[in-house]
């Protein structure tokens, strides 16, 4: 019942549509901004961690009186649904990418949004080609670089021809997603990333200095500061070693 689907009149594509109706201002004191598109590259799930940010940030603009839409990998491959999630991604090498159909909803769409916030990534073009005369934010949920890698290094070889096969178009398309994380930092408006570290890194991929906002997910300095205030000390903690993943 959280979210309401949409089917927007006359195109293919579905929206999943938040509504608040209201105004507030962002960005500029002379911007009222009235509805966001929110595009992401990830399945509408709050069961996964990167589109979980995306949702609740969501959340937080309608508690400023916005209107919030979602683009997401859902809409894009619809019919992955009916598929077992292997063979959907397997299928899916042989389709456009996901940015093929953002970029289009957004054309098709581009003047009932005054802020579009994407994943880096997921909007590779810039304003003129999009037409798109608002705000342009690209937020990372991780630096795509270092995922990528990292996919690579721990993927075991392919064992058969069909395995052979997808590692040769996915390391092709790793490639290009790898061209369109640059061209979304060039053409955005803003840049929001989670950490300096990754402010660094998206500085040296890009080979420039970029106007990058670094914006914590989830937890505030205030909160760190009370989390240290109260923890006990490091060797009493490890009188009882525990592994702990917050993420």
Excluded at 20 to 25: A, D, I, Q, V
């Amino acid at each position: 019942k959280r979210f309401l689907l949409t089917k927007e009149a006359g195109v293919g594509n579905e929206c999943v549509q938040r509504d608040n109706t209201g105004s507030c201002r962002l960005w500029s004191a002379n911007m009222k901004i009235q509805s966001v598109l929110m595009v992401m590259h990830f399945p509408f799930s709050l069961k996964l961690g990167g589109a979980k940010v995306q949702m609740e940030i969501s959340d937080e603009f309608l508690q400023m009186g916005m209107k919030v839409n979602f683009f997401s990998h859902d809409n894009a491959y619809p019919w992955k649904r009916y598929f077992r999630p292997r063979m959907g991604r397997f299928i899916e090498l042989f389709f456009p990418r996901f940015s093929f159909f953002s970029g289009n909803f957004v054309k098709a769409h581009v003047r009932d949004f005054q802020i579009i916030d994407s994943n880096i990534g997921n909007l590779p073009f810039s304003k003129k080609l999009l037409e798109f005369p608002g705000r342009l934010v690209a937020r990372s949920v991780a630096f795509l670089p270092d995922f990528i890698g990292f996919s690579r290094e721990n993927s075991p070889p392919p064992s058969s021809l069909i395995g052979s096969l997808e590692r040769h178009f996915l390391t092709r398309r790793e490639v290009r997603d790898l061209a369109d994380y640059k061209k979304a930092c060039l053409s955005s408006d803003a840049l929001i990333v989670a950490t300096d570290e990754e402010r660094k890194k998206v500085n040296s991929f890009v080979g420039k200095k970029m106007n990058v906002s670094v914006i914590p997910l989830g937890v505030s300095e205030a909160f760190i500061h009370e989390l240290h205030k109260h923890a006990s000390s490091p060797r009493d903690r490890l009188k009882n070693p525990v592994v702990s993943f917050v993420g």
